[in-house]
């Protein structure tokens, strides 16, 4: 069975850092790109960071480039989202999703496998 476990949320002051993982069990990541999204109260989830299968090409939302970093390691089938520089406006619920094959993207709907989601509160 295909399960991914996130973690790594929480509250944190603007300007703070976390560091989310995504842990997957069932399949191997190896052959799965991954994106990272977001849903804050209210709103559409979007798209924050993918990455390829082989880790080798990432690609971010505008408004969160420069202050995120999206990392793979499938010998660990792990994936990573770390989160600098933080915003009250990144509040959210943050997901991570799986989709077979070499390259992800920002768009939920081409996402197949989805985590449960770990909340990101940015707030003084």
């Known amino acids: 069975q295909l399960k991914f476990v996130e973690s790594g949320g929480g509250l944190v002051q603007p300007g703070g850092s976390l560091r989310l993982s995504c842990a997957a069990s069932?399949?191997?990541?190896?052959?799965?790109?991954i994106g990272w999204f977001r849903q804050a109260p209210g709103k559409e989830r979007e798209g924050v960071s993918c990455?390829?299968?082989?880790?080798?090409?990432?690609n971010y939302a505008d408004s969160v480039k420069g202050r995120f970093t999206i990392s793979k390691d499938n010998a660990k089938n792990v994936v990573y989202l770390q989160l600098n520089s933080l915003k009250p406006e990144d509040t959210a619920v943050y997901y991570c999703?799986?989709?077979?094959?070499?390259?992800?993207?920002?768009?939920?709907?081409?996402?197949?496998?989805w985590g449960q989601g770990t909340q990101v509160t940015v707030s003084s």
């Open positions: 990455i390829s299968s082989n880790g080798g090409r990432t």
């Open positions: 999703a799986a989709v077979l094959g070499p390259y992800g993207t920002l768009n939920k709907g081409d996402y197949d496998y």
């Open positions: 069932g399949f191997s990541l190896t052959y799965y790109a």
